[in-house]
């Protein structure tokens, strides 16, 4: 490929001529537009976050939950599962069911 003294005219010219073309408008105009799009899911996400704040604040938040045991031991295996597995997955032995702390009510 031979380029020529004045250089290529037009874009058609030089991609005819099977010369490297660098698009780098399209380049530009995808980050100035994935920059708009990241700065509109930031607001909306913002104001979101702090209007679920506000409805906490006004109503209250949820009590937390009751404490329970993060997990059990198997008494053949002595590996440990989730407090509410029935059976132990090292073993395949039954696990005894998990109590639940009472409530005392007055």
Known sequence: MT????????????????AVTLYYG????SCITL?????????????VNKLDQELDEAFGEEPPPPEEPADKK?????STSHFK???CPHCTSE????????????
């Open 74 to 78: 198997c008494e053949y295996c002595r």
């Open 26 to 29: 399209q380049f530009f105009n």
């Open 85 to 87: 597995a029935i059976r």
């Open 3 to 18: 380029v020529p003294e004045t250089g290529f005219q037009t874009l058609q010219a030089a991609q005819e001529a099977g």
């Open 95 to 106: 696990l005894t069911p998990p109590q639940r702390p009472t409530s005392q009510m007055e």
């Open 35 to 47: 920059l708009i799009v990241a700065i509109a899911m930031f607001a909306i996400i913002r104001s």
